[in-house]
């Protein structure tokens, strides 16, 4: 069975996202894949940090029965095009809270891409990592507890594969941490190889 990143590699492989993206930013299509690849399992880390409680679970299981079944997953066109315009400016708000500057900080000094880059990327992720989750939600019929285990498990699957990698993201979602992380070691950690490889030049 294919992890959450797996799937979300092949996705964008199939979309094209690195290079479209990177077209409607204007930046380097290398940094902006070296960007996707540590935001997906930040906003994932993120998502399973807020469900590890039954309320914050219940609160993402409702939020994906109501607006992520996962289609969007298969029209990918949109949230290229017109991320300003999708739902990936609330999710953060949600599954950042008040690291989303330092996370947005950290990414930008680590990739070398501005702020603006850097908000449009998480725009874009942040509604796959939902899209894909509301998509497993669905086909494998979860409740709330099954949905915080599903997480849990894909954190644990990233901290096996790529230590350094998990630590330096929950170093960065700590919320009692301040200032930034350097996540610049990340895009060449195995955490590629997580993503079908997607980013590794």
């Known amino acids: 069975m294919s992890t959450l990143l797996e799937t979300l590699g092949e996705v964008l492989v199939n979309s094209n996202s690195a290079g479209r993206l ?102 874009v992720a942040a509604p796959l990592v939902m899209g894909a989750l509301g998509k497993s939600r669905r086909s494998n019929h979860m409740d709330a507890n099954a949905l915080s285990e599903m997480l849990r498990n894909e954190e644990a699957e990233i901290e096996v594969k790529t230590p350094q990698s998990s630590g330096l993201m929950n170093m960065l979602l700590d919320k009692d941490g301040d200032g930034d992380v350097d996540l610049t070691d990340i895009a060449q950690s195995g955490l590629p190889e997580l993503l079908g490889g997607l980013f590794k030049r």
């Open 22 to 123: 990177s077209q409607k930013i204007g930046a380097n299509e290398n940094k902006t894949g070296s960007a996707l690849s540590i935001a997906l399992p930040l906003i994932l880390g993120a998502l399973n940090k807020n469900a590890s409680n039954s309320n914050g679970a219940e609160s993402l299981l409702n939020a994906l029965s109501k607006d992520h079944d996962g289609s969007i997953l298969d029209h990918m066109d949109d949230l290229l095009d017109n991320p300003d315009n999708g739902p990936g400016d609330g999710i953060l708000r949600h599954a950042l809270g008040s690291n989303r500057g330092r996370i947005e900080s950290s990414l930008g000094k680590s990739t070398g891409l501005d702020a603006n880059s850097i908000a449009t990327i998480l725009k």
